[in-house]
């Protein structure tokens, strides 16, 4: 059998396995497993290294406009550059609508600017702001048939929030076209209600973001999000949960048997809101949302990953420059809630897992696999061509140095944010080489990928977004006097 490429004499882990065996990749994909391969025009020798599947970055915010209108700093390129060199074969960032565009054209737009910039593959997820009919049930089947199976809606943010209504309607055209749904869950009402406190009585610094966001406004709209699934009889993921109330709610969601899946963000274990409460507006450096919390929530955290409560750890990339362009938008002394809401750390999210979970025995090598590539693959309908290393699967891999020791700083970054929340974190292990899809993308520190090389990928139906089928007695026509609902 001939190769394009092998990679030799590494350790080859996924979510389920481990072997030291070489990786022969032909025409972009994995063909061969085993040890002594014959030799290929080109040859990587991972002696001493881990050969993992690439990262599925499934929570990022590329060249999007927020709904105030402020432009994200990394646009296709950069975006795409920094992940790569992070460990990520695949980026699925955000197509987001604002309130009455189409979301045809939304999606046309972001395709016709990764198709020329992307240096890794990608796909996008939806973000649905506008429900009106058209969208349901016209422009959202569309797109799902087109390969787009998963938007994301927000219970938050004046511009983008749904109403429960809506968001049941989002959840019964998930159900019928096979998409899964991600929410965004804080009790709107809650947070405009301190917000104003703080405001009035003159509360205005960066660190109030973190007051106003309360745990229990994200707690009472997970629960509030989980009722509406387990009406619909549709799955949810709620995505960068941060604190105790929401991970408890989604822990007796899945001990109920409710198919409803969370995602975390290393700001929601190496941050908190001391961070926010630095010199001057340096604090907003550090504002997203849900904010970070505290130490006592760092660990439910931890736990939750621990646990299985998390399937997927992503970066919530929200790259904005901390300057007039973004962070300082609204004045070198905007109050907390004109402050653009989001962080960096599309390149950081596997190093510091790897790090601060493998390295320092938190959780295992396979479970790092899964968190940051096998689970988002399975959930977004990637999966197996994404996720795994399998005879058959693209060749994207991710060759890791277990033992190098850096100090993190931005300039050894590849974003265009100017700065890292993470700076001065003393980390082990480091991807130096990463593969998508048989092209060797980054090698020892070396970008070796254009602009427009990555490749648009179509989604699946996942199975983790099937109904489980067991209504309840509202919708069940069996119980409910043959009300036909769903
Ligand atoms: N939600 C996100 O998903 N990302 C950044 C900010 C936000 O509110
Ligand atoms: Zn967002
Ligand atoms: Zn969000
Ligand atoms: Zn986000």
């Known amino acids: ?80 550059i920094s992940a790569a060199f992070g460990g990520n074969t695949t980026i699925m960032p955000f197509a987001a609508q604002h309130k009455g565009q189409s979301l045809l054209d939304v999606v046309a737009d972001y395709e016709a600017r990764a198709a020329a910039k992307s240096v890794i593959d990608y796909s996008y997820h939806l973000i649905v702001s506008d429900a009106n009919e058209d969208v349901l049930h016209n422009q959202l089947p569309k797109l799902i048939k087109k390969g787009l199976t998963s938007f994301k809606v927000y ?107 969370g995602e975390t963000c290393p700001q929601y274990l190496f941050l908190t809101v001391d961070d926010l409460d630095r010199q001057g507006m340096e604090g907003a450096m550090f504002c997203c949302s849900p904010p970070p919390r505290d130490a006592s929530s760092q660990e439910a955290i931890w736990t939750g990953i621990q646990n299985g409560t998390f399937q997927i750890v992503s970066s919530d990339h929200a790259p904005y420059r901390f300057d007039e362009t973004a962070k300082l938008q609204a004045g070198p002394d905007a109050p907390f809630n004109k402050i653009a809401n989001g962080i960096p750390g599309i390149e950081l999210r596997m190093p510091l897992l790897f790090s601060e979970g493998v390295c320092k025995g938190r959780i295992d090598l396979h479970r790092f696999v899964e968190l940051t590539s096998t689970n988002a693959a399975r959930l977004y309908g990637l999966f197996p061509r994404k996720g795994t290393i399998s005879v058959g699967a693209d060749a994207d891999l991710a060759i890791w140095d277990p033992d190098v020791k850096y100090t993190v700083s931005w300039d050894d970054l590849h974003d265009n944010v100017g700065y890292t929340p993470y700076a001065g974190m003393e980390l082990t292990g480091w991807p130096t080489t990463v593969i998508n899809r048989g092209r060797v993308v980054v090698d020892q520190g070396q970008l070796n990928a254009s602009p427009g090389d990555g490749t648009f990928v179509p989604r699946e139906h996942s199975d983790l977004a099937k109904p489980r089928g067991t209504l309840v007695r509202e919708v069940d026509p069996a119980r409910n006097f043959g009300a036909k609902i769903l």
């Open 1 to 80: 059998m001939e190769f394009d490429l092998v990679v030799r004499n590494g350790t080859v882990v996924t979510a389920s396995d481990r072997t030291d065996c070489d990786v022969g990749i032909r025409d972009g994909k994995i063909v061969a497993l085993m040890k002594g391969l014959p030799k290929a025009p080109r040859e990587i020798d991972a002696a001493g290294r881990l050969v993992l599947p690439g990262g599925v970055e499934a929570h990022c915010h590329i060249e999007q406009s927020s709904s105030l209108g402020i432009q994200t700093s990394d646009d296709f390129e950069s975006g795409s």
């Open 155 to 261: 219970t938050t943010y004046e511009l983008l929030k749904l109403d429960d209504y809506q968001i049941l309607e989002v959840l019964s055209v998930a159900r019928r076209e096979g998409a899964l749904v991600m929410v965004h869950a804080e009790n709107h009402d809650m947070i405009r209600w301190l917000t104003k406190r703080l405001l009035d009585a003159g509360h205005k610094e960066p660190k109030y973001h973190g007051i106003s966001h309360s745990r229990i406004a994200e707690g009472e709209a997970t629960n509030r999000a989980i009722s509406l699934s387990e009406l619909v009889d549709q799955p949810l993921l709620v995505v960068h949960v941060s604190c105790q109330q929401a991970t408890e709610a989604i822990r007796d969601a899945q001990s109920k048997g409710l198919k409803i899946y």
